[in-house]
């Protein structure tokens, strides 16, 4: 266990809704990066938090969108969810030292849009 | 073109053979280079990174080719444990900062009693 959690594990939305997702990064780990990894792909990379601040993004839309918290803590928003965006989320949180490329992944929430 | 592309398999193995994955990489900038390990319907972990000059732990080595831009990941005395999806993985250049990790879309290998 890496001590990165996410709520919920599962969630089924339906197309044009609005969806939060929710990551507490382990113990001491101020950076949470967000990834979406479609059935049979790997994940790519959504945004990146770091200080409550977005700090790298990946080729995503603008309906996702993040937030970090003081207490390091992140979600995930999509608005006008679509078919595509059925998907496991993943969170990582990396601590303040070491690489950033050092990641410690959550289980995911598996998001299922109908 | 993919940034980062790999042979989905499955690459079905006896236990104690040896069984080798490779990636191939686009920008030749890259960075940084790494392989993951994701059991089935769990999160992916850092198995270990790759070196230009090689590396190993244990039953797995790494290797980089920065002129061929692949990277490969040797496996020896295959256990049935090794059973999982393998995810290369590259840091692409000027991304070190935003922790930006481009992923493969993984090989599976399943080894067999």
């Known amino acids: 266990e890496t001590g990165v959690t996410q709520s919920p594990t599962h969630l089924i939305k339906t197309r044009g809704q609005q969806v939060t997702l929710r990551c507490s990064s382990q113990s001491g780990h101020n950076t949470v990066s967000w990834y979406q990894q479609a059935l049979g792909q790997g994940p790519q990379f959504i945004f990146q938090y770091y200080r409550e601040e977005e700090n790298g993004r990946g080729n995503f839309p603008p309906r996702f969108s993040g937030l970090q918290f003081p207490n390091y803590s992140s979600e995930l928003n999509v608005n006008a969810l679509e078919l595509d965006d059925s998907a496991l989320y993943l969170c990582a949180s990396s601590p303040p030292t070491g690489p950033s490329y050092e990641q410690y992944f959550g289980p995911g929430t598996r998001l299922t849009v109908t | 073109r993919k940034e980062v592309e790999q042979d989905p398999g499955p690459f079905n193995v006896p236990e104690g053979a040896t069984v080798a994955f490779n990636c191939t990489y686009s920008n030749s900038a890259s960075q940084s280079f790494f392989w993951y390990r994701q059991d089935c319907r769990k999160e992916p972990k850092l198995l270990m990174s790759?070196?230009?000059s090689g590396n190993e732990d244990g039953r797995f080595t790494a290797q980089l080719n920065r002129a061929s831009q692949y990277i490969s990941l040797l496996i020896r005395d295959s256990k049935l444990s090794d059973s999982a999806t393998y995810l290369c993985v590259v840091i692409p250049y000027g991304s070190s900062n935003t922790g930006k990790l481009i992923f493969g879309q993984g090989t599976t290998l399943q080894v067999k009693p």
């Open positions: 790759v070196y230009s």
